[in-house]
């Protein structure tokens, strides 16, 4: 979608970004990566950098190589692409003093990540989260929630995240410009490990669907022996398609919240598209030298692949409301 060569920009000239800036924050980082490579096309990149400086990273660091923030600037087009890798999207850290030997570290809902203070001023902001908000990576590691100073140690992961979310909209309604700034909220990336059934009582509560058992397990999770390499095609059985996530419902709700007055926040639901693409993971086929018996990958993409089609979905946004024009985002708003 954000792909920037020129067999890529209309006549009309809606790909010159004439100063604009894109923030691209992202709660999971090799997802965050393939997302990444998918807007820049990689190979592409190499091969016009030997013919001219048309995009270079700010900090020097490879587009490969980063520690969860990354510059780019594209000359051309006067435009750069700033990534975060910020799992939560709230701080972590050290739970407060004298609290329970169980509770290793702390997600603090009623915060947001210190990386925000970067992101105010934004042109375009995408946002996404989800794949760290389960069990294993919170609560049975020992990490659990904090508010106001004190851990709640009760505290559901869908009720953790639903506040999450909350403190990120209303980060969002109290630092962007609503005339400036358009803001993209990109829903589950979805892992194919698993098919079938409603594995979350809330979902099943909420969408009055038949709570099922995960029975539908393929040799096992991503650290059980789950595999996807079988996979050649996309799928075309409805019934085997994931139930909605969680994550989705929440990020919906609170994107609803906001979207009024000259706020141009969106909900970029990707889940379902990308459902049906069990075919397009790296599976076993990862970075050389992995082991032959590594986990498999069947959570992230192969690229080019389908983070391509998310890119082009945020394009069409972009360009439907007349981003990159003179024209005031408002006046485009009244129109559409």
Request: aromatic share 12%; charged share 25%; net charge positive.
């Amino acid at each position: 979608m954000m792909r920037i060569v020129p067999s890529l920009i209309p006549d009309s000239g809606a790909g010159k970004a004439d100063g604009k800036m894109k923030a691209f924050i992202n709660g999971d980082g090799n997802q965050m990566i393939a997302t990444f490579h998918g807007i820049f096309n990689a190979s592409d990149l190499l091969e016009r950098n030997r013919n001219g400086r048309i995009v270079f990273a700010v900090n020097g660091s490879p587009i490969s190589k980063h520690k969860g923030y990354l510059i780019m600037k594209f000359e051309e087009y006067n435009m750069t692409v700033e990534y975060y890798r910020v799992p939560f999207l709230n701080p972590t850290g050290r739970p407060p003093l004298n609290s329970s030997d169980d509770i290793k570290m702390t997600i603090r809902l009623d915060e947001l990540h210190w990386h925000s203070i970067k992101w105010k001023g934004a042109d375009v902001l995408v946002f996404n989260s989800g794949h760290w908000w389960n069990s294993d990576k919170t609560i049975k590691s020992g990490m659990y929630f904090q508010e106001k100073g004190k851990v709640n140690m009760t505290m559901t992961v869908e009720e953790a995240f639903r506040r999450s979310l909350q403190t990120w909209k209303s980060w969002a309604l109290g630092n962007l410009n609503p005339m400036k700034s358009f803001v993209f909220f990109r829903s589950y990336s979805p892992v194919h490990y698993r098919q079938g059934g409603c594995n979350s009582e809330f979902v099943a509560q909420r969408l009055k669907l038949e709570l099922k058992s995960n029975n539908l397990i393929r040799n096992g999770t991503w650290n059980e022996g789950g595999n996807c390499d079988k996979d050649m095609e996309p799928e075309n059985d409805p019934t085997k398609l994931e139930t909605e996530p969680y994550y989705n419902i929440f990020i919906s709700d609170a994107v609803k919240e906001m979207q009024y007055g000259s706020w141009k926040v969106n909900f970029l639901n990707i889940t379902y598209l990308s459902e049906l693409r069990k075919d397009g993971h790296p599976s076993k086929y990862r970075e050389p030298g992995t082991p032959p018996d590594a986990p498999q990958d069947c959570s992230h993409w192969c690229l080019p692949g389908v983070p391509d089609t998310w890119n082009r979905l945020i394009y069409a946004q972009l360009l439907s409301k007349k981003f990159g024009s003179n024209k005031d985002f408002s006046e485009s708003e009244e129109r559409s």
